[in-house]
């Protein structure tokens, strides 16, 4: 086992006070300037810990380098979290919290007494008894989703640089802005990082590790309607608006919903609808596993929208699809080496590894078919994007001795 004076913590309650949060609305990249106040201090810290090439680029973007100090040919390997926090909930002043020796106890958060982590709905605490559990106080979230996974990149990178006897190929750290509004990787310079293989820390529970993604497109439907003026618009009127809203009315009400949908099952879910009589639209996210899924989803959107405007005849629609990630496991079964090697660092840190699929996506779907293959590994986050995120320190120390024992797998195997 390894003996590891961890700085984690310190360096997850450091981060999180920083305002991260992207926006969906903001067309430059990053979504939101303040996220570079984050990637600075990143910077600074990697300048510190020895990675003399730690740079953030104009978009945001922060890299570095631990150099290799094995005399092997070892694939070079790329640790990669988002420096964002969801706009699901606010990121403004988050006041972490460590709550001590948990004791399966209800935890009431002081900002908002409302705002309880109760066991019974939080089934995973039930394996942090005796652990620390961070969270925020009740009003904002937390910022676990992925600021553990930066603080455990940062400290694994600061133990290898203070052990070199611990052997490695060449190690990149890629830190990306907009992972939460689905443009973490699109500016991502591959070049520059010239890795072969890559890993995101940003999953759930310890020991957990994804290869396999949803498939995803965001597609509009735009209905012109006809517009007239209400006194007189006896057999003139058709609203755009009606009509986006009987669309969504004819949507399946018990399945294809995120709310009726669990495991592999893929869904058709409205997530903003806007627009005035004579213009609306509706924008959908379309999830399924499969690609041939996929393409059943928004055929049966098109089926809807063909069956509603058939009762409005001088109205049309157009239907505008945007592919969004694709699902990891078709380029990750290609490396099979890349899921082993996690599966043993896993085991080494003390854990049962736990292969799953994520029925959503990260920054890997969209590297893995950008020529970086890259599997999902545990952070240790719970609850994300609510005020009741949480994290335990433990579970934040397991996942660095997982990325360690990775580095000296991938040295060891060459």
Same mark, same amino acid.
């Given at each position: ?5 961890h700085?984690v913590t310190?360096?997850f309650?450091r981060y999180v006070?920083i305002?991260?949060q ?10 939101t300037?303040?996220?570079k106040n ?6 600074e810290?990697?300048?510190a ?6 740079e953030?680029d ?8 631990i ?5 092997k040919t &070892?694939p070079?390997?790329c640790f990669? %979290? ?6 699901? !909930?606010?990121g403004?002043? /988050? $006041?972490?919290?460590?709550h ?11 900002d908002d ?7 019974s ?5 039930a394996d942090?008894?005796g652990n620390?559990?961070?969270?925020a106080s009740?009003?904002?979230l ?5 600021k ?6 940062m400290d694994?990178a600061?133990?290898l640089?203070t052990h070199?006897e ?7 750290i890629?830190f990306t ?8 990787v699109?500016?991502?310079d ?6 072969d293989f890559?890993?995101t &820390?940003?999953g759930?529970?310890?020991? %957990?590790?994804?290869d396999?993604?949803?498939? !995803?497109?965001?597609m509009v /439907? $735009?209905?012109?309607?006809v ?7 006896k ?6 608006l009606k009509?986006v809203?009987e669309?969504?009315a004819a ?14 099952e893929g ?14 639209s509706?924008?959908f996210?379309?999830?399924?596993f499969t690609e041939?899924g996929l393409q059943?989803?928004?055929a049966?959107?098109?089926e809807?929208v063909?069956?509603?405007?058939s009762?409005?005849?001088n ?5 505008e699809i945007?592919?969004?990630?694709r699902?990891?496991k078709e380029?990750?079964?290609?490396h099979?080496q890349i ?7 896993i085991?080494?840190?003390?854990l049962?590894?736990?292969c799953?699929s ?13 020529g ?7 952070a ?7 005020k ?7 579970d934040?120390e ?12 991938w040295?060891?195997?060459?």
């Amino acid at each position: 086992m390894l003996t590891i004076d961890h700085t984690v913590t310190d360096r997850f309650l450091r981060y999180v006070k920083i305002d991260t949060q992207s926006d969906a609305s903001s067309p430059t990249c990053p979504s939101t300037a303040k996220q570079k106040n984050l990637g600075r201090l990143l910077v600074e810290e990697l300048l510190a810990i020895g990675l003399s090439d730690a740079e953030m680029d104009d978009n945001g973007y922060v890299y570095a380098t631990i150099p290799a100090n094995t005399s092997k040919t &070892v694939p070079v390997i790329c640790f990669c %979290s988002h420096m964002d926090t969801s706009p699901d !909930a606010s990121g403004k002043d /988050v $006041k972490p919290i460590i709550h001590r020796n948990y004791d399966g106890s209800d935890l009431v958060l002081p900002d908002d007494p409302k705002v309880v982590l109760r066991q019974s709905e939080h089934p995973h605490l039930a394996d942090q008894h005796g652990n620390d559990i961070i969270t925020a106080s009740g009003k904002t979230l937390l910022g676990a989703d992925n600021k553990a996974g930066i603080a455990e990149i940062m400290d694994a990178a600061n133990y290898l640089m203070t052990h070199p006897e611990i052997k490695h190929g060449a190690i990149k750290i890629l830190f990306t802005p907009d992972e939460e509004i689905g443009r973490g990787v699109e500016k991502a310079d591959l070049k520059k990082l010239a890795a072969d293989f890559a890993y995101t &820390v940003d999953g759930e529970m310890a020991g %957990s590790m994804e290869d396999e993604t949803f498939s !995803a497109d965001g597609m509009v /439907v $735009k209905v012109e309607g006809v517009s007239a003026h209400p006194g007189f618009a006896k057999g003139k009127l058709e609203s755009a608006l009606k009509i986006v809203s009987e669309i969504v009315a004819a949507l399946p009400k018990d399945r294809l919903s995120p709310e009726t949908t669990e495991q592999k099952e893929g869904f058709i879910h409205p997530v903003k609808i806007e627009g005035i009589a004579e213009k609306a639209s509706i924008q959908f996210i379309i999830r399924d596993f499969t690609e041939a899924g996929l393409q059943a989803n928004e055929a049966l959107v098109q089926e809807i929208v063909d069956q509603v405007l058939s009762n409005y005849p001088n109205s049309t629609a157009k239907i505008e699809i945007k592919e969004q990630y694709r699902n990891m496991k078709e380029v990750l079964d290609q490396h099979p080496q890349i899921v082993q090697n996690a599966k043993e660092a896993i085991q080494r840190a003390g854990l049962t590894p736990v292969c799953s699929s994520i029925r959503g996506g990260t920054d890997g779907s969209r590297l893995s078919f950008m020529g970086l293959p890259c599997p999902n590994i545990f952070a240790g986050e719970h609850a994300f994007h609510s005020k009741q995120e949480w994290v335990s320190v433990q579970d934040m120390e397991k996942a660095v001795a997982t990325i360690i024992h990775l580095c000296m797998i991938w040295e060891e195997k060459a």
